[in-house]
DNA sequence: GGTTTGCACCTTGTATACAATATGATTGAC
DNA sequence: GTCAATCATATTGTATACAAGGTGCAAACC
């Protein structure tokens, strides 16, 4: 792997972790002594990210986090909530057998995650059953698009399973997604994976409001 | 501007205009020499273009163009439209006075065009027209991701406004998404903006197969 | 004659040196 | 005392030099 991967990792966790927080400037010569090389591949790095969104570019200024605020939170989550929706649509026209199948094993994944209340693992197996719905699409372009909004709401996603009760009602909603897609209704399809998508969002809403509150 | 991303540009468009075809391997070295600068800009260029899909990077082996084949550019419609559809829906819920003025005077300006038989002209207003939608989602994040797709979609829309009658077609498709969206009738936005993208695909279809029998 | 291995060359990846521009402070004028 | 202009400094943008890995050809062996 080259070292602006690594370089770019490493920033986006720290991004994530919010040990590098809205606006501070990243420094290439600071960064390039962090990992040892010389600034070339830190520019490189650099650059994915800004590409990723995660930092902004001026231009002769330098590259400045970038997290989003509350606001761009929820509009992120409302896009990830509606394009869910054409997934589900889609998926319920097109989904087969081997797709169902899948959808079945994902969902049983989930299952046993959250009675071993796991959260971390619950997290990991719900991806799973998201990427079978986006790949029943049979639309690749779509699919790619979809992974790429749902790993970069990763962290906001996460933070929010450990909120009691919220394994299971989200188990009880894959439910109702994977009924759906079995009876090859597209229009309850898309409205319970947006619903289930928007929970989330309000949940979000709850928890970062209630954060800023408290600082 | 930075050297990259005027080299960019250029190589974008030596893509879309077809000069650069699929599977062509972009010689560091040779544009850098083509622009007379080094190649540390063109790397920073082909990285850009990397990350919008237009070119593919295989480490160590160099970036090569990536022209979407038939399938995959009817996929791309086919979420063009559904994202289309989701604009459609929330703007009829969202969109106020100002925006429905600035519709009607996208309309208006689109019916001028065609009215001219200016082909140039009615693909900019209606990018204006389709824009306007985008913003009254009040979802700055999904607008800017339909944008994003709309300009990579451009060269492959725009060829097809030059057939007999498409920009009367797409002008009576417009008034009924205005109305639509006037009446706040979301699923009605919905379907006629699907329908809208969704007629652009299927010409597509009929002029890349020709193409290829005649080929 | 076919296959495999080794070497030369070419290309990408990285380091460093140089150029240009934005920032901030300092000094001068009003 | 305040504002503006200018210059020093630091940082980004670009060029070039060096390192490492991959490709293709050729020669030798089976």
Redesign the pocket.
Same mark, same amino acid.
């Given at each position: 792997m !080259?070292?602006?991967d690594i370089i770019a990792k490493d920033i986006e966790n720290r991004i994530v972790t919010g040990e590098l927080d809205h606006g501070v !400037? *990243?420094? @290439? +010569?600071s960064i390039?002594e962090r990992h040892? +090389?010389? $600034?070339? &591949?830190? !520019? @490189?790095a650099l650059q994915l990210l800004t590409a990723s969104g995660m930092v902004e570019? *001026? &231009? $002769? !200024?330098? +590259?400045f986090v970038r997290q989003p605020d509350l606001v761009e939170l929820l509009q992120m989550f409302e896009t990830m909530a509606e394009w869910e929706g054409v997934a589900g649509r889609l998926a319920a026209m097109r989904i087969d057998g081997e797709g169902l199948a899948r959808l079945m094993a994902a969902d049983t994944a989930c299952a046993a995650a959250a009675a071993a209340g796991d959260a971390d693992r619950y997290y990991s197996e719900n991806a799973v059953f998201h990427a079978v719905i986006y790949a029943a699409t049979a639309n690749a372009f779509l699919e790619g698009e979809l992974l790429r909004l749902h790993h970069r709401l990763r962290p906001y996603r996460r933070s929010q399973l450990l909120m009691r009760g919220r394994m299971e009602q989200s188990l009880s909603e894959h439910r109702a997604i994977a009924a759906a897609l079995r009876d090859g209704d597209a229009n309850g399809a898309a409205a319970a994976l947006r619903a289930h998508v928007t929970v989330q969002s309000e949940r979000i809403h709850l928890m970062l409001g209630r954060t800023k509150a408290a600082s």
């Open positions: !080259r070292q602006a !400037r *990243l420094d @290439e +010569v390039a040892a +090389v010389s $600034r070339t &591949p830190v !520019r @490189e570019h *001026l &231009p $002769r !200024r330098g +590259v």
